[in-house]
């Protein structure tokens, strides 16, 4: 199995990656024997994954690492780095490899303490690797003076440092930045692909993986979670019921008030599942008593940690928003599909009833008003807007259609 297993449905990234990291492999070798490097080389020190949410951005970044990690003997037989067998690959995947650091964010925002941090790190030569790889799995998050303190490491990187930046556009990445990087551009696998990798790396029966494939629309991540996860299942459920039960004010704000409080519980189990230890591993590592006295002088730092778990619950529960509301689109983009007649195949045909009944009561200029509600919803969620307002302005705009 090599680094571009898990790599689905894109075989044109593949192919420009593999022959940089061939290319990055031929330069450090004639680096290091003096010889004049390869001409037209396809490796660069900045690139930028962009594509839709679940088209695989990190995973290509990761992948990439890998392969520039390899350590493969085959190398020198003219075979192709990333293996996914040897040393490198493997601790470059497990995320264990001393030379590659893989940012990601559970917080709202990268800001500009953590990118110096970041930046710092990045201008130390490889401790054991070929190359010093940092791999910012979530680039639009960066604050704009987070960017622009990156935009210069970006500029005048080390010799052997390589930036991987992932975002889902061109867009929401600085100017300055993106016209400093290589750009490929992932796309969303088709739902076969998707279904074949659940059935074939996760164990998955074949009818619920096509199911979860379907009801994503592609979407890896998303999928795998809906095959495997009865609270996903759950939840899910209880979006697709939101369209039938917005027939009065009444009805509007107490789906709204649902829907939050599904998002709410989210975020409190992913709570349970890391605060808890989190918690107990920084009191054990401050030096806390038996009965859990604190040393004096670390009342800041348990501060500072409860502050970031905030934080990190405030952006779970966004994220299970944005979550119901994709289903939600998902539902009125179904509903559009049969009130124009389109052979397109539904995502959510396990509700056929319900989105029959609002195909027939409603018609195309109300499902698409609709639709725009939901982006709506989104936007306002974007500018901060109180959850549960934004929702409940939704709700009301989803029943006047």
């Not at 979006?239 to 917005?246: I, N, Q, W």
């Not at 966004?318 to 179904?334: E, K, V």
């Not at 045909?349 to 499902?367: C, K, M």
């Amino acid at each position: 199995m090599t680094v571009w297993d898990d790599l689905v449905g894109q075989d044109r990234i593949q192919l420009t990656l593999s022959a940089a990291a061939r290319d990055a492999d031929a330069l450090v070798t004639a680096t290091s024997s003096g010889t004049a490097p390869p001409e037209a080389s396809k490796m660069t020190h900045a690139w930028l994954f962009t594509g839709p949410p679940g088209s695989g951005r990190s995973t290509a970044a990761r992948a990439f690492a890998a392969a520039l990690q390899c350590t493969s003997p085959d190398r020198a037989l003219g075979g192709e780095p990333g293996c996914g067998f040897c040393d490198g690959c493997h601790t470059s995947l497990i995320g264990t490899h001393a030379d590659v650091d893989v940012i990601r964010t559970d917080l709202l925002s990268i800001g500009v303490k953590e990118t110096r941090e970041l930046v710092r790190r990045a201008q130390l030569s490889p401790a054991v690797g070929r190359w010093q790889v940092i791999v910012l799995e979530d680039a639009d998050r960066l604050t704009e003076g987070a960017g622009n303190v990156l935009l210069k490491a970006v500029e005048e990187p080390a010799p052997r440092t390589v930036w991987l930046l992932c975002a889902p556009s061109l867009e929401d990445v600085l100017p300055t930045i993106r016209s400093r990087c290589r750009h490929l551009v992932l796309s969303t696998p088709s739902m076969e692909a998707v279904a074949d990798v659940l059935i074939r790396r996760d164990g998955i029966e074949p009818d619920a993986a096509h199911a979860a494939a379907r009801a994503t629309q592609g979407h890896i991540g998303r999928a795998r979670r809906l095959a495997t996860d009865e609270r996903a299942r759950a939840r899910r459920a209880t979006v697709l019921k939101m369209p039938l039960r917005v027939d009065d004010i009444g009805g509007c704000l107490k789906a709204a008030q649902e829907l939050i409080d599904a998002a709410t519980e989210d975020a409190k189990q992913v709570a349970e599942d890391v605060d808890v230890k989190e918690t107990e591993d920084m009191k054990a590592a401050l030096g806390a008593s038996a009965g859990g006295r604190m040393p004096r002088g670390t009342a800041g730092v348990m501060k500072e940690l409860a502050d970031r778990q905030k934080r990190r619950s405030t952006r779970t529960q966004r994220d299970s928003l944005d979550l119901a509301l994709t289903d939600l689109t998902g539902f009125y983009r179904d509903v559009l599909a049969l009130q124009l007649g389109s052979r397109v195949a539904l995502a959510n045909g396990d509700v056929q009833d319900a989105l029959d009944r609002i195909a027939r009561a409603s018609t195309p200029e109300r499902t698409l008003r609709r639709i725009e509600a939901i982006v709506a919803c989104r936007q306002a969620l974007d500018r901060n807007v109180a959850p549960l307002l934004a929702v409940e302005s939704m709700a009301v705009s989803l029943r006047a259609g």
